[in-house]
């Protein structure tokens, strides 16, 4: 069993950006709209966890496995 060596960060983020347009049939525009908006989504999802964790709560973790609720 060969073991593949780790990318760069520059090939992965090469090979990131080419899924991504792929993901959006070639079309630069779109590619670079949906990064965008991927963008917003995180930084809304970042806020509202800062806003809750200054209030003092803290957000409930999600079990995977049956292992994790131990």
């Known amino acids: 069993m060969s073991v593949t060596p780790p990318l760069s960060d520059n090939s992965r983020y090469e090979q990131a950006c ?8 070639g079309n630069l525009r779109s590619t670079i709209k ?3 908006m991927a963008n917003e989504y995180l930084e809304t999802e ?3 966890l800062q806003v809750a964790i200054a209030a003092g709560c803290v957000p409930a973790r999600t079990s995977h496995t049956e292992s994790d609720a131990a």
């Open 34 to 36: 949906a990064l965008i």
């Open 46 to 48: 970042l806020e509202e």
């Open 18 to 25: 080419d899924q991504a347009i792929a993901m959006c049939d």
